[in-house]
């Protein structure tokens, strides 16, 4: 009988199923009485294909039914208040799961890599998508999300690509780092006006994505939000955000105090007003082929553009003095640069793996090339330099000559 295969142990936490034998196999029912499922109880159970969970069972644990890897159905009972962390994770068989609506809490990575999950319904006894809840769910093509739900956890629907469509009902305020990370295919998302918060690359690699309106409530917004969003064409930012703008049609994200612009994707043009371009703004930015920074920017931020191996031409005016650490790393494109004068030092990493890069010109004003600026950058042969530079070791590739101007 299945129940020989169940070991139950009865304390004053009440009676706990706490291990399953792995010759398990067919359908096992958890008996009446059973009050909790422990942790790990059934994990690595690979021959079981349906749980039936009894009415009795208030909470299921830690990776309890984690790596069922052959585990088609669950029946849970609205008597399961809770579901802890990695419960189902790994179970890639299972294609749907009810959860009933006495669960008020579902741990991180509770569905994480149930690859055959077509589709799930959030109880609205929930109020907070934990952490990497539904990550890797590669088939799920429909979510529902109750009105209960404020927070939707950092990863909790990271590459789950077949979602194609999704919405986000008017309850939720925050979206956490890399929420729909990979979800590519969503060809949009409509955020409501309750969102404040959206965090770093909460949208990488949405690459369906074609064009996205930040809310006029939002006031953060993180870095790399829409990384490698190879199609998106249109950022709007709606009328009456007190933080950000999206000025003269620019197609990108500008704080609106301080000119700074944090997010630009490849139809981007970047106005007059523009002084900075932040951390990773155009980051990844596939599709990006030419881009001109206008006299009114003077700082380049850190990685704002590395990775955009599409981008063949760069026109830096002149105004910019400070050009950031790995700025262009990985643009493989770009043939030729000219740094204007008024730049003193070029940072770590700032031109590295431009292997397409032959020619460039660094002005007087530079006094400092720091390590690995134009390291691996294979396609510079000749390189001439202002005649007091200080050089830190790496800075070029072996063999690149170096010429020296004269002091005037």
């Known amino acids: 009988m299945e129940q020989d295969y169940l070991a139950i142990e009865t304390s004053v936490n009440g009676v706990v199923l706490t291990k399953c034998s792995r010759k398990a196999e067919g359908e096992i029912?958890?008996?009446?009485?059973?009050t909790r499922i422990g942790k790990r109880a059934f994990l690595n159970c690979r021959n079981i294909v349906s749980i039936v969970i009894s009415d009795s069972v208030t909470s299921i644990g830690k990776s309890a039914f984690a790596k069922c890897k052959n585990l088609e159905t669950v029946t849970i009972p609205n008597s399961v208040t809770?579901?802890?962390?990695?419960?189902?994770?790994?179970?890639?068989?299972?294609?749907?799961?009810?959860i009933p609506d006495s669960v008020t809490s579902i741990g991180r990575f509770a569905f994480r890599g149930c690859k055959s999950l077509t589709n799930v319904a959030i109880p609205s006894s929930i109020s907070v998508l934990s952490y990497s809840i539904l990550r890797d769910c590669k088939m799920l093509s429909s979510v529902t999300i109750p009105d209960s739900v404020s927070s939707i956890e950092a990863h909790a629907f990271h590459d789950c690509?077949?979602?194609?469509?999704?919405?986000?009902?008017?309850s939720v305020t925050s979206i956490g780092y890399s929420a729909f990370r990979g979800c590519s295919g969503l060809p949009s998302i409509t955020m409501p006006p309750s969102v404040t918060d959206?965090?770093?690359?909460?949208?990488?690699?949405?690459?369906?994505l074609s064009?996205?309106?930040?809310?006029a409530n939002v006031t953060h917004i993180g870095s790399n939000v829409f990384a490698e969003c190879s199609k998106l064409t249109h950022i709007t930012v709606e009328e009456g955000n007190p933080v950000y703008d999206s000025r003269e049609g620019c197609n990108a994200i500008i704080e609106s105090s301080t000119n700074h612009l944090i997010a630009g994707c490849f139809t981007t043009h970047i106005p007059d007003s523009v002084t900075s371009i932040g951390e990773r703004a155009f980051h990844d930015c596939i599709g990006l082929t030419h881009i001109a920074i206008p006299s009114s920017?003077?700082?380049?931020?850190?990685?704002?553009?590395?990775?955009?191996?599409?981008?063949?031409?760069?026109?830096i005016s002149e105004g910019v003095t400070d050009i950031g650490e790995s700025a262009f790393h990985d643009c493989f494109g770009l043939s030729s640069v000219v740094?204007?004068?008024?730049?003193?030092?070029?940072?770590?990493?700032?031109?590295?793996?431009?292997?397409?890069?032959?020619?460039?010109?660094?002005?007087d004003s530079v006094t400092h090339i720091s390590y690995n600026a134009f390291y691996h950058c294979s396609g510079l042969k000749t390189i001439t330099l202002p005649a007091n530079?200080?050089?830190?070791?790496?800075?070029?590739?072996?063999g690149v000559e170096l010429i020296f101007r004269r002091r005037l």
């Open 29 to 34: 029912v958890i008996p009446n009485g059973v």
């Open 297 to 315: 920017v003077t700082s380049i931020g850190e990685a704002a553009f590395a990775g955009c191996k599409d981008l063949k031409e760069i026109i």
């Open 82 to 98: 809770k579901i802890d962390k990695y419960a189902f994770r790994g179970c890639c068989s299972l294609t749907n799961i009810t």
């Open 339 to 363: 740094i204007p004068e008024g730049v003193t030092k070029i940072s770590r990493y700032a031109f590295c793996w431009c292997i397409g890069l032959s020619s460039i010109v660094i002005p």
């Open 389 to 398: 530079v200080n050089i830190e070791k790496y800075a070029f590739d072996e």
């Open 211 to 215: 064009a996205i309106t930040i809310p």
């Open 198 to 208: 959206i965090g770093e690359s909460a949208f990488r690699s949405c690459t369906g």
């Open 161 to 170: 690509c077949g979602l194609t469509s999704f919405v986000i009902p008017s």
